[in-house]
């Protein structure tokens, strides 16, 4: 178990920067962040559990929710928008 462990923490921390590098860029990319922010909870959120990092595990659930606001306003809101557009 130690080693999937390692692994999540790895995901974790590399998604992590990927997802800030494409919100720092503000190109065409930026709002994949959201998804790629959420698998880097995931992966924290596997670490704390398995680690036993309650405060951790907190903060990883409220970054999780935030990620998952900006998938809402990225991608569903527009989506919704443009959809609408189209049956006027």
Same mark, same amino acid.
């Given at each position: 178990? !130690? %080693?999937?462990?390692?692994? +999540? !923490?790895?995901?974790g921390a590399v998604s992590g920067l990927?997802? @800030? $590098?494409? /919100?720092?860029? =503000? #190109? *065409?990319?930026? *709002? $994949?962040?959201?998804? /790629?922010? &959420? #698998?880097? %909870?995931? #992966?924290? &959120?596997?670490?704390?559990? &398995? ?6 595990? +907190?903060? +990883? ?10 998938? $809402? %306003?990225?991608? /569903?809101?527009?989506?919704? @928008?443009? *959809?609408? @557009? =189209? &049956?006027?």
């Amino acid at each position: 178990m !130690e %080693n999937f462990s390692h692994w +999540m !923490e790895a995901v974790g921390a590399v998604s992590g920067l990927l997802g @800030a $590098w494409l /919100i720092a860029f =503000k #190109c *065409r990319y930026s *709002r $994949w962040a959201f998804f /790629i922010y &959420l #698998c880097s %909870n995931s #992966c924290w &959120l596997a670490f704390a559990v &398995l680690e036993h990092h309650v405060w951790m595990q +907190m903060q +990883m659930v409220g970054f999780a929710v935030s990620s998952m606001v900006g998938i $809402w %306003n990225y991608w /569903i809101v527009p989506l919704g @928008a443009s *959809r609408a @557009a =189209k &049956l006027e």
